[in-house]
């Protein structure tokens, strides 16, 4: 199969999601022609906000061709969101238990059918302060080097500033109208990986080409220059609690944008 076909239920879930989106954002979208045609492959994509999937998911569609994204699997028992993510052909990601290498292999599978797996590589919302890419997870290299399918990075911004991900109260910004850019780059270059064996080493750099590329493009975005290390939540949950960082009610400023225009564990 050298495509996935939009189904049923994706064409359902456009037709509800896309009006709102259109009124009350506004775009910024480059890079499209960076979606390949054909074939599978898997798209990196940075996540500041619990708005960015309908976002990211928006672009993509515009496309033809749909993400299947990893999800913790919580959200596929969740009444209607759980029975459209199981409609659309979403991936559910058992964590800590014997069913959790299931999603990669379902992964797998996915791109090697030719279909789109999208991955949230930080696994997370970012707990950057300053809202960049945190250090990735592997799962993203682990099935590019597997299926050798192209990894196309992903930088979004601006959903942060309608639903800012700090905030106590998950409420809606929506005034004055906000931009929503969504920016997919140039493939990551893998090639001379492919042949190497997936030690920890080979996973951790490519994870790094990845998460540099997506950080690069916000860079762009955003006009600024990311900071020299990049975040590592670990760091944060084994850390005494005096010494983590205050995020609890943190909603950062705006930062400036272009003016051109869920998740799989090591």
């Not at 090639?191 to 916000?218: C, K, N, W």
Request: proline share 9%; aromatic share 10%.
């Amino acid at each position: 199969m050298s495509r996935r076909r939009i189904g049923l239920y994706y064409r359902c879930a456009a037709f509800l999601v896309k009006p709102p989106m259109l009124i009350l954002f506004k775009r910024d979208w480059r890079g499209q022609e960076n979606i390949p045609g054909h074939g599978g492959f898997i798209t990196a994509v940075n996540h500041n906000s619990y708005l960015d999937p309908l976002s990211y998911a928006h672009f993509q569609y515009n496309t033809g061709r749909v993400p299947r994204f990893l999800a913790k699997v919580g959200l596929f028992k969740s009444g209607f969101v759980g029975f459209m993510m199981r409609g659309t052909g979403q991936i559910p990601v058992y964590r800590e238990t014997s069913d959790a290498a299931g999603a990669f292999r379902a992964a797998v599978e996915a791109v090697n059918k030719g279909e789109c797996v999208a991955f949230y590589p930080e696994g997370t919302l970012t707990r950057d302060p300053d809202l960049w890419p945190m250090s990735g997870k592997t799962g993203a290299a682990r099935v590019a080097l597997l299926t050798r399918a192209p990894v196309i990075p992903v930088a979004q911004w601006g959903a942060h500033e309608a639903m800012p991900p700090y905030a106590k109260e998950r409420k809606f910004r929506l005034f004055p109208r906000k931009t929503l850019t969504v920016v997919a780059g140039p493939p990551v270059d893998l090639s001379d990986l492919y042949d190497s064996e997936p030690t920890a080493e080979v996973l951790r750099l490519a994870t790094e080409r990845i998460m540099d590329a997506i950080t690069g493009q916000l860079a762009g975005i955003r006009h600024e220059q990311p900071p020299a290390q990049r975040y590592v939540l670990e760091r944060e949950r084994t850390a005494p609690p005096a010494a983590r960082p205050d995020t609890t009610d943190r909603a950062p400023a705006p930062l400036p944008r272009s003016q051109d225009v869920k998740e799989i564990s090591e």
